[in-house]
Protein backbone atom coordinates (compact mmCIF):
# COMPACT_ATOMS: atom_id res chain seq x y z
CA UNK A 1 0.00 0.00 0.00
CA UNK A 2 1.30 3.21 -0.81
CA UNK A 3 1.53 5.52 2.23
CA UNK A 4 2.54 9.22 2.92
CA UNK A 5 4.04 9.96 6.29
CA UNK A 6 2.22 13.30 8.20
CA UNK A 7 5.00 15.52 9.12
CA UNK A 8 3.07 14.93 12.90
CA UNK A 9 4.55 11.16 12.01
CA UNK A 10 7.71 12.52 10.78
CA UNK A 11 8.29 14.96 14.19
CA UNK A 12 7.10 12.05 16.18
CA UNK A 13 9.79 9.64 14.86
CA UNK A 14 12.86 12.43 15.18
CA UNK A 15 11.54 13.87 18.41
CA UNK A 16 10.13 10.70 20.37
CA UNK A 17 12.53 7.99 18.84
CA UNK A 18 9.54 5.81 17.91
CA UNK A 19 5.94 6.62 15.74
CA UNK A 20 3.45 4.07 14.97
CA UNK A 21 2.12 3.92 11.30
CA UNK A 22 -1.79 2.16 10.83
CA UNK A 23 -2.64 0.53 8.32
CA UNK A 24 0.51 0.18 6.43
CA UNK A 25 -0.26 -3.21 4.99
CA UNK A 26 -3.11 -5.32 3.60
CA UNK A 27 -4.67 -8.30 5.51
CA UNK A 28 -3.61 -10.44 2.33
CA UNK A 29 0.36 -9.28 2.59
CA UNK A 30 -0.08 -9.84 6.63
CA UNK A 31 -1.16 -13.44 6.27
CA UNK A 32 1.32 -14.62 3.64
CA UNK A 33 4.05 -13.40 6.35
CA UNK A 34 2.37 -15.03 8.85
CA UNK A 35 2.42 -18.49 6.91
CA UNK A 36 6.20 -17.80 6.96
CA UNK A 37 6.25 -17.32 10.51
CA UNK A 38 4.64 -20.29 11.67
CA UNK A 39 7.17 -22.08 9.50
CA UNK A 40 9.86 -20.61 11.13
CA UNK A 41 8.58 -21.73 14.59
CA UNK A 42 7.42 -25.36 13.10
CA UNK A 43 11.21 -25.07 11.61
CA UNK A 44 13.08 -23.86 14.86
CA UNK A 45 14.50 -27.11 16.03
CA UNK A 46 16.13 -27.11 12.77
CA UNK A 47 17.72 -23.90 12.04
CA UNK A 48 21.14 -22.79 13.42
CA UNK A 49 19.57 -19.29 14.20
CA UNK A 50 16.63 -20.06 16.27
CA UNK A 51 16.22 -19.81 20.07
CA UNK A 52 13.48 -20.10 22.54
CA UNK A 53 14.20 -17.72 24.78
CA UNK A 54 11.55 -18.78 27.22
CA UNK A 55 13.05 -22.54 27.07
CA UNK A 56 16.73 -20.99 28.05
CA UNK A 57 15.56 -18.75 30.74
CA UNK A 58 13.03 -21.50 32.32
CA UNK A 59 15.91 -23.94 32.39
CA UNK A 60 18.69 -21.22 33.73
CA UNK A 61 16.22 -19.68 36.51
CA UNK A 62 13.68 -22.43 37.03
CA UNK A 63 16.12 -25.71 36.74
CA UNK A 64 13.45 -26.93 34.33
CA UNK A 65 15.07 -29.14 31.63
CA UNK A 66 13.78 -27.86 28.20
CA UNK A 67 11.78 -30.64 26.28
CA UNK A 68 12.86 -30.88 23.15
CA UNK A 69 16.25 -29.42 21.15
CA UNK A 70 15.78 -25.87 19.85
CA UNK A 71 17.62 -24.84 23.66
CA UNK A 72 20.16 -27.62 23.51
CA UNK A 73 21.67 -26.37 20.21
CA UNK A 74 22.43 -23.34 22.07
CA UNK A 75 25.08 -24.20 24.93
CA UNK A 76 22.73 -23.68 27.72
CA UNK A 77 25.38 -24.37 30.50
CA UNK A 78 27.75 -21.58 28.53
CA UNK A 79 25.03 -18.92 28.78
CA UNK A 80 23.94 -20.17 32.15
CA UNK A 81 27.53 -19.22 33.27
CA UNK A 82 27.85 -15.97 31.65
CA UNK A 83 24.08 -15.15 33.21
CA UNK A 84 25.10 -16.60 36.84
CA UNK A 85 28.17 -14.56 36.49
CA UNK A 86 26.52 -11.12 36.31
CA UNK A 87 25.98 -10.39 39.75
CA UNK A 88 23.47 -8.03 39.19
CA UNK A 89 21.59 -10.56 36.55
CA UNK A 90 17.61 -11.51 37.51
CA UNK A 91 15.07 -13.25 35.90
CA UNK A 92 12.65 -10.55 33.62
CA UNK A 93 10.11 -13.32 33.56
CA UNK A 94 6.01 -12.89 34.48
CA UNK A 95 4.59 -13.68 37.51
CA UNK A 96 2.28 -16.23 35.52
CA UNK A 97 1.12 -19.55 36.97
CA UNK A 98 2.04 -22.36 34.46
CA UNK A 99 -0.25 -22.48 31.71
CA UNK A 100 1.37 -24.48 28.75
CA UNK A 101 4.80 -24.00 28.28
CA UNK A 102 5.14 -20.63 26.47
CA UNK A 103 7.49 -19.67 23.61
CA UNK A 104 9.87 -16.79 22.57
CA UNK A 105 11.34 -17.82 19.19
CA UNK A 106 14.19 -15.79 18.11
CA UNK A 107 15.63 -15.76 14.61
CA UNK A 108 17.00 -14.03 12.48
CA UNK A 109 17.74 -13.59 8.75
CA UNK A 110 14.22 -15.08 7.43
CA UNK A 111 14.48 -13.35 4.44
CA UNK A 112 17.04 -15.42 3.24
CA UNK A 113 14.86 -18.59 3.57
CA UNK A 114 11.21 -17.45 3.08
CA UNK A 115 9.93 -15.83 0.19
CA UNK A 116 7.36 -13.74 1.54
CA UNK A 117 9.81 -12.37 4.17
CA UNK A 118 12.26 -11.35 1.48
CA UNK A 119 9.16 -9.93 -0.74
CA UNK A 120 8.82 -7.68 2.46
CA UNK A 121 12.30 -6.93 3.24
CA UNK A 122 13.50 -5.52 -0.54
CA UNK A 123 10.47 -4.78 -2.35
CA UNK A 124 7.73 -3.34 0.08
CA UNK A 125 6.97 -0.43 1.12
CA UNK A 126 9.64 0.13 4.14
CA UNK A 127 12.19 0.61 2.24
CA UNK A 128 10.68 4.22 1.04
CA UNK A 129 9.57 5.03 4.27
CA UNK A 130 12.56 4.05 5.64
CA UNK A 131 14.22 6.91 3.36
CA UNK A 132 11.50 9.27 4.15
CA UNK A 133 11.88 8.53 7.80
CA UNK A 134 15.84 9.06 8.03
CA UNK A 135 15.77 11.93 5.11
CA UNK A 136 18.26 9.52 3.89
CA UNK A 137 18.51 9.28 -0.41
CA UNK A 138 19.59 5.50 -0.14
CA UNK A 139 19.04 3.21 1.85
CA UNK A 140 20.46 -0.72 2.32
CA UNK A 141 18.37 -3.59 4.06
CA UNK A 142 20.67 -4.43 6.91
CA UNK A 143 18.55 -7.51 8.58
CA UNK A 144 15.29 -9.13 9.46
CA UNK A 145 14.65 -10.67 13.36
CA UNK A 146 11.62 -12.68 14.19
CA UNK A 147 9.97 -12.45 17.87
CA UNK A 148 7.09 -15.03 18.09
CA UNK A 149 5.81 -15.08 22.20
CA UNK A 150 3.30 -17.68 22.27
CA UNK A 151 0.14 -17.83 24.70
CA UNK A 152 1.14 -17.95 28.22
CA UNK A 153 4.97 -16.80 27.68
CA UNK A 154 6.55 -15.54 30.94
CA UNK A 155 10.00 -14.20 29.29
CA UNK A 156 10.17 -10.43 29.36
CA UNK A 157 12.16 -8.87 26.14
CA UNK A 158 15.15 -7.09 28.57
CA UNK A 159 14.91 -3.45 28.05
CA UNK A 160 17.73 -2.46 25.45
CA UNK A 161 19.24 -0.22 22.65
CA UNK A 162 19.55 -2.18 19.08
CA UNK A 163 22.89 -0.60 17.62
CA UNK A 164 25.02 -2.64 19.71
CA UNK A 165 24.28 -6.01 18.26
CA UNK A 166 25.07 -4.75 14.65
CA UNK A 167 27.96 -4.14 12.68
CA UNK A 168 27.39 -0.98 11.92
CA UNK A 169 27.75 2.96 13.07
CA UNK A 170 26.12 6.24 11.46
CA UNK A 171 24.01 8.43 12.87
CA UNK A 172 20.51 7.32 11.38
CA UNK A 173 19.45 3.59 11.19
CA UNK A 174 15.73 2.01 11.49
CA UNK A 175 13.94 -0.89 12.42
CA UNK A 176 10.24 -1.34 11.53
CA UNK A 177 8.32 -3.98 13.92
CA UNK A 178 5.46 -5.23 12.04
CA UNK A 179 3.04 -7.09 14.46
CA UNK A 180 1.18 -9.68 12.71
CA UNK A 181 -1.25 -10.25 15.33
CA UNK A 182 -3.38 -7.74 17.63
CA UNK A 183 -1.16 -7.25 20.28
CA UNK A 184 -1.26 -4.46 23.80
CA UNK A 185 1.06 -4.60 26.76
CA UNK A 186 -0.73 -7.53 27.94
CA UNK A 187 -0.11 -9.50 25.07
CA UNK A 188 3.97 -8.10 24.82
CA UNK A 189 3.34 -5.23 22.52
CA UNK A 190 7.06 -3.17 22.50
CA UNK A 191 7.65 -0.38 25.06
CA UNK A 192 9.77 2.48 23.92
CA UNK A 193 11.82 5.08 26.27
CA UNK A 194 10.77 8.52 24.89
CA UNK A 195 13.40 10.48 23.65
CA UNK A 196 16.20 8.06 24.46
CA UNK A 197 17.89 7.63 20.76
CA UNK A 198 18.46 11.35 21.61
CA UNK A 199 21.66 11.82 23.89
CA UNK A 200 24.25 9.36 21.81
CA UNK A 201 24.42 6.85 23.99
CA UNK A 202 25.68 3.30 22.52
CA UNK A 203 24.77 0.32 24.76
CA UNK A 204 26.14 -2.85 25.08
CA UNK A 205 23.59 -5.25 23.91
CA UNK A 206 21.98 -7.66 26.16
CA UNK A 207 20.64 -11.51 26.09
CA UNK A 208 17.14 -10.26 25.98
CA UNK A 209 16.82 -13.30 29.25
CA UNK A 210 18.55 -10.42 31.47
CA UNK A 211 20.37 -7.44 31.26
CA UNK A 212 23.52 -9.44 30.87
CA UNK A 213 25.66 -8.01 28.40
CA UNK A 214 26.93 -10.76 25.42
CA UNK A 215 30.32 -11.88 26.03
CA UNK A 216 33.02 -9.19 24.54
CA UNK A 217 31.04 -6.12 24.37
CA UNK A 218 32.91 -3.19 25.94
CA UNK A 219 29.91 -0.71 25.72
CA UNK A 220 28.02 0.45 29.19
CA UNK A 221 25.03 -1.22 30.01
CA UNK A 222 21.48 -0.17 29.18
CA UNK A 223 19.91 1.48 32.26
CA UNK A 224 17.91 -0.75 34.12
CA UNK A 225 14.49 0.11 32.97
CA UNK A 226 12.64 -3.08 34.43
CA UNK A 227 14.30 -2.05 38.22
CA UNK A 228 11.72 0.96 37.69
CA UNK A 229 9.49 1.04 34.64
CA UNK A 230 7.23 3.68 36.24
CA UNK A 231 10.12 6.42 36.08
CA UNK A 232 10.66 6.59 32.73
CA UNK A 233 8.77 8.41 30.12
CA UNK A 234 7.37 4.86 28.44
CA UNK A 235 5.67 5.19 24.71
CA UNK A 236 3.16 2.25 23.76
CA UNK A 237 0.70 1.57 21.08
CA UNK A 238 -1.99 -0.83 20.72
CA UNK A 239 -1.46 -2.45 17.65
CA UNK A 240 -3.41 -4.39 14.67
CA UNK A 241 -1.99 -6.41 11.92
CA UNK A 242 -0.78 -4.25 8.85
CA UNK A 243 0.34 -1.79 11.42
CA UNK A 244 3.82 -1.10 12.10
CA UNK A 245 5.87 0.99 14.75
CA UNK A 246 9.34 2.74 13.63
CA UNK A 247 11.69 3.04 16.35
CA UNK A 248 15.40 4.73 15.86
CA UNK A 249 18.46 2.36 16.06
CA UNK A 250 19.20 4.21 19.65
CA UNK A 251 15.88 4.11 20.89
CA UNK A 252 15.76 1.80 24.34
CA UNK A 253 12.96 -0.67 23.87
CA UNK A 254 11.68 -4.03 25.50
CA UNK A 255 8.49 -5.83 26.17
CA UNK A 256 6.41 -7.62 28.60
CA UNK A 257 5.82 -11.68 28.41
CA UNK A 258 2.59 -12.73 26.74
CA UNK A 259 0.05 -12.65 29.69
CA UNK A 260 -2.65 -13.79 27.06
CA UNK A 261 -3.97 -17.27 25.48
CA UNK A 262 -3.49 -15.59 22.01
CA UNK A 263 -0.30 -15.91 19.91
CA UNK A 264 1.90 -12.56 19.75
CA UNK A 265 4.04 -13.30 16.07
CA UNK A 266 6.03 -9.78 14.89
CA UNK A 267 9.24 -9.69 12.49
CA UNK A 268 11.58 -6.82 12.32
CA UNK A 269 13.02 -5.09 9.38
CA UNK A 270 16.59 -3.16 9.89
CA UNK A 271 17.64 -0.39 7.06
CA UNK A 272 20.57 1.48 7.24
CA UNK A 273 20.91 5.09 5.74
CA UNK A 274 23.25 6.78 3.32
CA UNK A 275 25.60 7.85 6.33
CA UNK A 276 25.95 3.61 7.93
CA UNK A 277 29.71 2.53 7.63
CA UNK A 278 30.41 -1.14 8.04
CA UNK A 279 32.06 -1.67 12.13
CA UNK A 280 33.09 -4.67 13.44
CA UNK A 281 31.56 -4.06 16.64
CA UNK A 282 32.45 -5.89 19.91
CA UNK A 283 29.82 -7.94 21.53
CA UNK A 284 27.86 -7.66 18.26
CA UNK A 285 25.87 -10.49 17.67
CA UNK A 286 27.03 -13.20 15.08
CA UNK A 287 26.23 -13.35 11.41
CA UNK A 288 26.66 -16.99 10.62
CA UNK A 289 24.72 -16.25 7.45
CA UNK A 290 26.94 -13.86 5.91
CA UNK A 291 28.56 -14.55 2.55
CA UNK A 292 30.45 -11.53 2.10
CA UNK A 293 33.30 -9.60 4.08
CA UNK A 294 32.80 -6.00 4.67
CA UNK A 295 35.94 -3.97 6.00
CA UNK A 296 35.49 -1.11 8.96
CA UNK A 297 34.33 1.95 6.87
CA UNK A 298 32.37 0.40 3.92
CA UNK A 299 29.76 1.28 2.89
CA UNK A 300 26.64 -0.83 3.47
CA UNK A 301 25.91 -2.15 0.49
CA UNK A 302 26.83 -5.81 -0.58
CA UNK A 303 24.68 -9.01 -1.37
CA UNK A 304 23.53 -9.79 1.99
CA UNK A 305 22.70 -5.95 2.73
CA UNK A 306 21.47 -4.58 -0.34
CA UNK A 307 20.75 -0.97 -1.44
CA UNK A 308 16.78 -1.31 -1.63
CA UNK A 309 16.25 2.24 -1.96
CA UNK A 310 16.23 4.14 -4.47
CA UNK A 311 14.88 1.25 -6.31
CA UNK A 312 17.22 0.16 -9.21
CA UNK A 313 15.15 -0.98 -11.61
CA UNK A 314 11.48 -0.05 -10.17
CA UNK A 315 9.62 -2.39 -12.66
CA UNK A 316 11.23 -5.38 -11.14
CA UNK A 317 11.37 -7.34 -7.81
CA UNK A 318 15.02 -7.25 -6.14
CA UNK A 319 13.48 -10.39 -4.61
CA UNK A 320 13.80 -11.61 -8.25
CA UNK A 321 17.03 -10.69 -8.81
CA UNK A 322 18.97 -11.49 -5.96
CA UNK A 323 19.94 -14.83 -5.84
CA UNK A 324 19.49 -16.59 -2.29
CA UNK A 325 22.85 -16.72 -0.63
CA UNK A 326 23.38 -18.17 2.42
CA UNK A 327 26.89 -19.31 4.34
CA UNK A 328 24.35 -21.52 6.34
CA UNK A 329 22.26 -24.75 4.84
CA UNK A 330 18.45 -24.10 5.10
CA UNK A 331 16.29 -27.19 5.72
CA UNK A 332 14.32 -29.16 3.03
CA UNK A 333 11.10 -27.97 4.90
CA UNK A 334 12.60 -24.07 4.66
CA UNK A 335 13.13 -24.45 1.07
CA UNK A 336 9.54 -25.93 0.44
CA UNK A 337 7.86 -23.00 2.64
CA UNK A 338 10.10 -20.27 0.09
CA UNK A 339 8.76 -22.20 -2.71
CA UNK A 340 5.61 -22.58 -1.51
CA UNK A 341 5.23 -18.97 -0.78
CA UNK A 342 6.62 -17.48 -3.82
CA UNK A 343 4.45 -19.52 -5.78
CA UNK A 344 1.17 -18.21 -3.65
O1 LIG B 1 9.23 -8.36 19.84
C1 LIG B 1 9.96 -8.32 20.82
O2 LIG B 1 9.64 -8.82 21.90
C2 LIG B 1 11.29 -7.64 20.75
C3 LIG B 1 11.55 -6.96 19.45
C4 LIG B 1 12.79 -6.13 19.46
O3 LIG B 1 13.41 -5.93 20.45
C5 LIG B 1 13.24 -5.52 18.22
O4 LIG B 1 12.62 -5.70 17.17
O5 LIG B 1 14.26 -4.82 18.25
Known amino acids: ???????????AFHEDGVVLLKDVFEAEEIARLRAALDMQLANANKSPTAYDFEQIAAEIWEGKKAADSVAHRFDVAALSAVVKGDKNARPLREALSDR???TFLFEASGWRRHRAIRDFALDSCLPKLAAELLDSPVVSFWDDTTFIKGPFTKQKT???QDLGYNNYDGRNAIVFWTPLD???EASGVMKYIRRSHKDGSVYAPNLFLSQTTMPGATAPKCPDIEADEDSFDIICYDVEPGDVIAHHIRTIHGAGGNLTGHMRRAISFHYCGEDARYFSRAGAAPRLHDVDTLADGDAIC???HPVVWPRPWPQLKLADLLPLRTNVEPS?????SNTTSHAA
Open 158 to 160: AFH
Open 100 to 102: GRG
Open 332 to 336: AEAMN
Open 1 to 11: MEKRLTRAQLR
Open 302 to 304: SRD
Open 182 to 184: SAT
